[in-house]
């Protein structure tokens, strides 16, 4: 991660950290395992969303800086993986945490076909 902040692909002061209810759906959206009651994820894909929290702050961190030199009228789309779009997670939540004012101007869309157990409604148990 430091070689990431040196070569500015992160911001100085990221730490990569991220909510268990992040690696929930990421873990279910490998695995097809439902994310309601009382299933408790398994580590078997920590070490790879490790990588991909890495990805989602270095992409953030590149957006935010884009976003801020542009024109005031100018309008971005950002492609991102389904955890962050259906849920806020990743490169959403970390572009909102370096500049606030940008998640009142953003839209979130998203299509995916989705194992049969995806759980379309997160907030009844993140």
């Not at 779009?85 to 945490?97: K, T």
Request: aromatic share 12%.
């Amino acid at each position: 991660m430091e070689q990431a902040k040196i070569r500015n692909y992160l911001k100085p002061t990221e730490t990569c950290n991220a909510s268990e209810g992040h690696y929930k759906v990421f873990e279910s959206l490998r695995t097809g395992k439902t994310m309601l009651g009382e299933n408790i994820p398994v580590d078997t894909y920590r070490s790879l969303f490790n990588s991909f929290v890495m990805r989602n702050a270095s992409m953030a961190y590149k957006a935010t800086k884009i976003i801020s030199s542009a024109e005031p009228d100018d309008s971005f789309l950002i492609c991102c993986t389904i955890s962050d779009m259906a849920y806020g997670f990743g490169v959403p939540e970390r572009i909102w945490e370096i500049d606030p004012r940008l998640k009142s101007e953003t839209c979130l869309i998203y299509t995916r076909q989705v194992h049969p157990n995806f759980d379309y409604f997160p907030e009844s148990h993140i």
